[in-house]
């Protein structure tokens, strides 16, 4: 039995420590195991209360979103600065017409975080729907998805050629009602989350009642704006989306990934409103220590807590009373990338760190 498909992550998933330098334009190159040429790159300003800016290749350079409201898509970030090309080992900055705080003051240090989809965008006519444009990488699981809604709601092709188990969705055009809507393979699919809010699951028809298969995802809207989708399927030895309970302990729960992982994002969501917490292996390089962590769901700053999360040679660890990850007998979701597999498929073992 193969260990991993993919032997190194960091040909899919890479995240990036930098400092702002207030150069215009300014290259920022990945420093992981191979060459990676982004294709959805999300950034934030770790020091400061600036927005989470995202962009990606299928949407084109220049046009960025928020994960921690619903506003629309802005063209050439005028609020602070914006991503003005995918280079073949990073990315290029450029200062907007307004403050760059949002991703290369000088003032500040920010994480950027990485991931690559395929070589090239094609048109998708699997579903009922508008046809979708898509850059989909199989190998990775993942793929980035945008269409036109026409006033019905419509199944939607993502490409992936295996179960979609974790959806975003947004709306580029409208943000005054359309949130970031959440599909996991762990959350009833009568249910959704909201990737802007700290809103525990709720029940939402927008996913039409159905699971998303290895062609297609359901969303129930007859909405006529533009859309994004972004997508992801588990990849064993890679990334793994799946749910776990708290337990209130220092000697908190035990979450198998079969990898070492690079990213995790973990959610509350049953009984308590608490935030999309985000952990990696740059902003935390040690183990039994403060955690650095950001939410998905606000502008604020990274902030340290003594009620960590773990990052181990085939998973992640729960430390402390924290609700946010660890609250006794709640319900959690989380999303998980590698940063090596446990174990290569030529026999190679992940150490601990």
Not at 125 to 153: E, K, L
Request: proline share 2%; glycine share 10%.
């Amino acid at each position: 039995m193969a260990y991993t498909d993919i032997d190194d992550p960091s040909a899919f998933f890479q995240t990036k420590i930098y400092t702002g330098t207030d150069a215009s334009p300014q290259a920022f190159t990945l420093d992981g195991n191979s060459d990676l040429q982004p294709d959805w790159v999300w950034i934030k300003n770790r020091g400061y209360a600036n927005k989470h800016v995202l962009f990606d290749s299928v949407r084109g350079v220049e046009k960025s979103l928020t994960t921690n409201s619903t506003a629309v898509e802005v063209n050439q970030n005028a609020d602070g600065g914006y991503l003005s090309a995918f280079n073949s080992d990073g990315f290029t900055l450029t200062e907007g017409s307004g403050s760059d705080n949002d991703t290369n003051d000088n003032r500040y240090t920010y994480v950027a975080w990485n991931w690559k989809a395929g070589s090239s965008t094609s048109t998708n006519t699997s579903g009922n729907g508008p046809d979708t444009t898509i850059n989909v990488n199989q190998t990775a699981g993942f793929s980035i998805v945008t269409w036109t809604g026409n006033g019905d709601a419509h199944t939607f092709g993502h490409g992936l050629g295996a179960n979609a188990d974790f959806v975003i969705v947004k709306n580029r055009e409208d943000g005054s009602v359309n949130a970031w809507y959440v599909n996991h393979i762990s959350v009833a699919n009568t249910k959704a989350l909201y990737l802007n809010t700290n809103a525990q699951e709720t029940s939402d028809g927008i996913w039409g009642n159905s699971a998303p298969d290895s062609t297609t995802f359901k969303f129930d809207t007859d909405n006529t704006d533009d859309f994004v989708a972004y997508c992801f399927s588990a990849k064993q030895g890679y990334s793994k989306f799946g749910s776990y309970i708290g337990n209130n302990n220092n000697d908190g729960t035990f979450v198998h990934l079969g990898f070492k992982p690079a990213f995790v994002m973990v959610k509350i969501i049953d009984t308590q409103t608490d935030g999309w917490i985000i952990q990696d292996n740059k902003r935390n390089t040690t183990n039994l220590a403060t955690s650095q962590r950001l939410r998905a769901n606000t502008d604020g700053a990274e902030f340290s807590s003594s009620n960590e999360i773990d990052l181990l040679s085939n998973g992640f660890k729960c430390h402390g009373a924290d609700g946010e990850h660890n609250g006794n007998g709640a319900a959690y979701i989380y999303m998980a990338w590698a940063e090596q597999p446990f174990v290569t498929s030529t026999g190679v073992p992940a150490t601990a760190r």
